[in-house]
């Protein structure tokens, strides 16, 4: 009996459905369905109980399906310290990248990585939309903001402070604001996250908060396209600094108003298990650490951020 049979055979008892496991598992619903009756062929008994609608489980997978998982887990945390002890780093990375970060540096990065770890294969899912570790078959992920959900394992990266920017050439034909209040007359380009417009930005400035309700007339759930829009002189965004690092070191877009601070927020490389920590994880949360640190120093330098970031 193969191993990926009864990987597989879990799968379908999670999903109660072979299309969706073979979906999980990126292999066909007829290759998942013959691995399912391979095991049941073996055991001499069948595990699931198939009607029109549905899998349920039969009386002989409820008492096989826990035992089958435990003992898989038992051989994978086996297989994973001896990875551990050796420091193989190895296997398939299955990763969520933000649509401006992750095209823009990290794709970078992770090519730099595979080029030193050649024995590692790489699978990303870009998206600016929230992540379900089990729909979207990835492993780790890297996010804005820190987990909400308990049951993840995650690794802060580096705090983030945002950035109001634009072009000159954008302000030199439509002024410069130098208060929040001045933004009332400004174009806003919007991130926008199931149909929500993010268009009230919240600034700080020694303990003092303001709120203020942009209009614009630009908004894409896609950051990158938002900070395309910036680089052209269509507006003003509130950005990442790390998304618009190269644009702001460049001089293509310049910082806002900087005694008054966007909200700020953290990055996180995010897990959905421990056993989703591997070797080859925990290099990359230290290569992604030390990418941003060298991109917040370069900004410190430039007098774009203050000192304060790297606390």
């Not at 299955?94 to 990585?113: C, T």
């Amino acid at each position: 009996m193969l191993l990926e049979d009864l990987q597989v055979v879990l799968k379908v008892a999670e999903f109660r459905n072979i299309t969706a496991a073979a979906t999980n598992l990126d292999m066909r619903t007829a290759t998942a369905s013959a691995a399912l009756k391979r095991v049941e062929k073996a055991l001499g008994a069948e595990l699931f109980i198939r009607t029109t609608r549905q899998l349920r489980l039969s009386s002989a997978g409820e008492r096989y399906i826990p035992q089958c998982e435990q003992a898989l887990l038992m051989l994978d945390q086996a297989r994973q310290n001896m990875k551990d002890d050796l420091d193989i780093i190895d296997g398939e990375l299955r990763i969520a990248l933000s649509s401006d970060l992750g095209r823009n540096l990290v794709i970078p990065w992770l090519d730099e990585f595979m080029q030193s770890y050649p024995s590692v294969r790489l699978k990303t899912n870009i998206s600016d939309s929230n992540i379900d570790f089990y729909r979207d078959s990835v492993d780790i992920a890297l996010r804005y903001g820190s987990p909400n959900d308990a049951n993840l394992y995650g690794f802060k990266i580096c705090n983030i402070p945002g950035i109001l920017c634009a072009t000159q050439e954008y302000l030199d034909k439509n002024g410069t604001p130098v208060h929040p209040h001045d933004l009332a007359s400004h174009n806003g380009l919007f991130y926008q996250l199931y149909d929500i417009i993010h268009d009230v930005w919240e600034f700080s400035q020694q303990g003092a908060e303001y709120k203020v309700k942009m209009s614009g007339n630009r908004a894409s759930n896609d950051g990158d396209l938002v900070k395309r829009w910036c680089v052209s002189g269509k507006g003003l965004a509130v950005k990442s600094c790390i998304d618009m690092s190269a644009e702001l070191i460049s001089g293509k877009v310049v910082n806002v108003m900087p005694e008054f601070k966007p909200r700020a927020t953290e990055l996180w490389l995010v897990c959905p298990s421990r056993q989703s920590i591997t070797p080859a994880v925990r290099l990359l949360r230290n290569t992604f650490r030390e990418k941003t640190k060298a991109i917040l120093h370069q900004l410190i330098e430039k007098e774009i951020l203050d000192n304060s970031v790297l606390s």
